[in-house]
């Protein structure tokens, strides 16, 4: 379903290098002393594309700095180095423009906290479009109650206040006043992560709906394998602030190279008592510090993989197939043994 | 074949009294379990398996919580008849219950070691069979028995596969990552060698990677101490993946439970099959989700008949006016639905 595979066209959302770091310094008078401040190095040189009409995802564990890279897209945080170039123009001087709203949304993870409890469903839709274009109260409403309907909450939310919601129907909200304004690009934080099985897959379905219907671009950024597996065409792994392996979905979650991304797929567990995988996953230990990541490849320590050089050596992202790249030495080695390691 | 139930739960409904009305949070449900069984109770958020689990260890805040009817056998024991100090004696000893997230269940400002400590001297004084000398014992202890507390100590680390345990055991709980504390938690109540043990999203809080080795520990764990565990979750894949028998429950009912390869291989609930058929799998070029309509029911303005009606494709007349009961349909897989009759 991608509309951009050509390599010429411009991408829709282009970052590269992107650091985002944390200052945690601890005391004044201790920073003064020592000169140096602590940071906690969420996203540190991370680069990323999405083009016209494509869907990517961005997997990981907590803490792996997949959040930090779509709140710095969105300028939530300040990045420390990198560019953020969206439609080509760079993200600072997009900051102040009238039609920001009109390029880039996200939809947040709690459906609850992320709408004001006071603020009646139709107000909260319309609110984007304030400032947009010279419409009236009148016309923003009318547009609101269309994208209401396209999202499957019919004229009686209306006058709802969040109160009055479930979870789902909240997402609902949250997801129309996304698209209210027809972005370019939608950013997904965890869009399902919150919701019963049942409702999650009401979402994801309306979601390509939506696609669709108003030709989106989607950012997903999720925990959840199966969730990029299903509505994404390419994924980038995140692990402890780096990208580990990205490329097209399908070949990224079938044929998985990089041993993190073996490891992630094979704890997925899949709804099958026939294949009980997760019981034989070897993975040991857990998700690194990145206050202090280790030095190298930051996955070495739970490498089965891992050799001397490992710990010393950052290995580069690389290309290891069509359109795919993993930053690992041993991609061959493990291309051969896949599956042996973890399951 | 082990057939000795360790739980068999018998018609158990209980209820929040509420100022709006009377919930029935559990309603009506029966199972058993049996020695060194894993069983899992899956459903969506507020079809009562919290509550479920929360029963049977006699956890439950009364009021708003009421019992309203059925027994909770515990090794031949009804456990809902038992004054309180007799069941406290079983809670926490023979019955285990651990928590989705771990930070809430230890105390933040004691060493892990110090924690441990005291389950496993809960676990000696109520071996002596009387809870009153509990208190007394809780001096200083003897040197000799310093260090063989000490050992014990370590011996439960060990247990959940802790690395470095001398080092842990001086920790405070907010030193150690999810996982960690996680095992703690599992270590400290299987420390007392309960028969039961019931782990409500044990590994929800938790990483996808972490979840995978928490979920092997406890299933190797499961021979190691003798125990069977009730296993609550939200997750039917994680059900598949670690159960023997798994009962689906909707608005408090069982809809549906048996062994886990016939359930997952022949689900039959309509429910079942929608939340089957909810999990995403394989890209979205394949086959479209097909989730199940509407959202769980309100349990204060529950249907008459079958609580699923509603939300069923195939529902009849019939399915609104009676409740179906749970039936056998094959072997030990009972479904209550009037398809299967």
């Known amino acids: 379903m991608r509309a951009t595979s050509t390599s010429e066209e411009q991408p829709l959302l282009q970052v590269e290098d992107l650091a985002v770091y944390f200052d945690i310094g601890g005391s004044f008078s201790v920073s003064l002393l020592t000169r140096r401040i602590a940071y906690v190095k969420a996203v540190d040189g991370v680069s990323v594309d999405v083009g016209v009409g494509e869907t990517v995802a961005v997997v990981g564990e907590s803490g792996c700095g997949k959040s930090t890279l779509a709140r710095a897209v969105l300028g939530l945080v300040e990045s420390k180095r990198g560019s953020i170039r969206i439609q080509g123009r760079d993200k600072a001087t997009l900051r102040h423009s009238k039609d920001r709203f009109k390029i880039i949304q996200m939809v947040f ?16 839709v319309s609110e984007p479009l304030v400032g947009l274009s010279s419409m009236n109260k009148n ?5 609101a109650i269309e994208v209401l309907d396209a999202v499957g909450l019919d004229s009686k939310f209306l006058d709802r206040l969040p109160r009055q919601l479930s979870g789902g129907q909240k ?5 129309a006043r996304a698209i209210v304004t027809e972005p370019s690009l939608v950013i997904l934080d965890e869009p399902t992560s919150a919701l019963d099985a049942s409702v999650q897959a009401q979402i994801l379905n309306l979601l390509l709906d939506l696609q669709e219907k108003y030709s989106l671009s989607y950012l997903i950024i999720t925990h959840n394998i199966s969730v990029a597996e299903y509505l994404s065409d390419r994924t ?33 567990p899949v709804p099958d008592p026939k294949e009980r995988n997760l019981l034989k996953v070897e993975i040991v230990g857990e998700v690194p510090s990145v206050i202090n990541p280790p030095p190298g490849c930051r996955f070495h320590p739970r490498c089965p993989y891992a050799e001397q050089k490992c710990s010393s050596q950052e ?16 991609i061959d080695k493990i291309a051969r043994t896949t599956g042996k390691a973890f399951a | 074949m082990q057939d000795k139930s360790v739980l068999d739960v018998n018609e158990l409904s209980v209820a929040y009294e509420l100022k709006t009305g009377a919930v029935r949070a559990v309603d009506n449900v029966s199972m058993s379990i049996r020695s060194h069984e894993l069983v899992a109770a899956v459903g969506e958020s507020g079809c009562g398996k919290t509550t479920l689990g929360l029963s049977i260890i006699g956890l439950l805040p009364s009021p708003p919580a009421k019992y309203i009817s059925g027994e909770v056998n515990f090794k031949g024991k009804n456990l809902l008849s038992l004054p309180p100090d007799e069941l406290r004696l079983h809670r926490g000893t023979e019955i285990a219950m651990i928590f989705q997230e771990p930070m809430t269940s230890l105390n933040p400002v004691f060493r892990i070691g110090d924690q441990i400590q005291e389950a496993i001297r809960l676990r000696n004084s109520r071996g002596k069979g009387s809870m ?10 003897s040197r000799t028995g310093a260090s063989a507390t000490r050992k014990q100590i370590i011996d439960v680390l060990n247990l959940v596969r802790i690395p470095d345990p001398d080092r842990i055991a001086n920790r405070y709980p907010f030193e150690l990552s999810g996982g960690m504390r996680q095992r703690v938690m599992i270590g400290m109540s299987l420390a007392q060698k309960p028969s039961l043990l019931i782990a409500d999203e044990p590994t929800t809080a938790l990483d996808v990677t972490t979840q995978a080795q928490v979920l092997k520990l406890m299933r190797g764990l499961m021979e190691d101490v003798d125990t069977s565990i009730l296993l609550i979750t939200h997750d039917l894949a ?18 549906e439970d048996g062994d886990v390869l016939d359930l997952f291989s022949s689900p039959l609930h309509p429910y079942t099959q929608g939340l089957l058929a909810c999990i995403p799998s394989g890209s979205k070029e394949g086959m479209k989700l097909r989730p199940i309509q509407g959202s769980t029911p309100d349990l204060r303005s529950i249907p008459a008949g079958c609580k699923f009606a509603p939300r069923c494709l195939y529902a009849t007349k019939r399915c609104e006016a009676a409740k179906p009961e749970l039936r056998v349909k094959e072997g030990s897989h009972r479904v209550a639905c009037y398809l299967h009759e």
């Open chain 2, 238 to 255: 994680v059900a598949s993946q670690v159960a023997d028998r798994t009962a689906v429950m909707y608005a408090g009912q069982i809809v």
């Open chain 1, 236 to 268: 980038y792994v995140m692990y402890a602030g780096k990208v580990v392996e990205h490329g097209p979905t399908k070949a990224v979650i079938k044929e998985p190279r990089h041993p993190y991304t073996i490891a992630l797929i094979a704890s997925a």
């Open chain 1, 109 to 124: 993870q709690d459906p609850d906290s992320s709408l004001d409890p006071t603020m009646k469903v139709k107000d909260t």
């Open chain 1, 315 to 330: 290995p580069a992202l690389e290309p290891i197939g069509p359109e795919r790249f993993a930053a690992c030495y041993f």
């Open chain 1, 139 to 143: 016309d923003r409403e009318k547009i």
């Open chain 1, 171 to 175: 997402q609902r909200v949250n997801i």
């Open chain 2, 132 to 141: 009153g000398n509990e208190r007394n014992k809780r001096g200083p202890l």
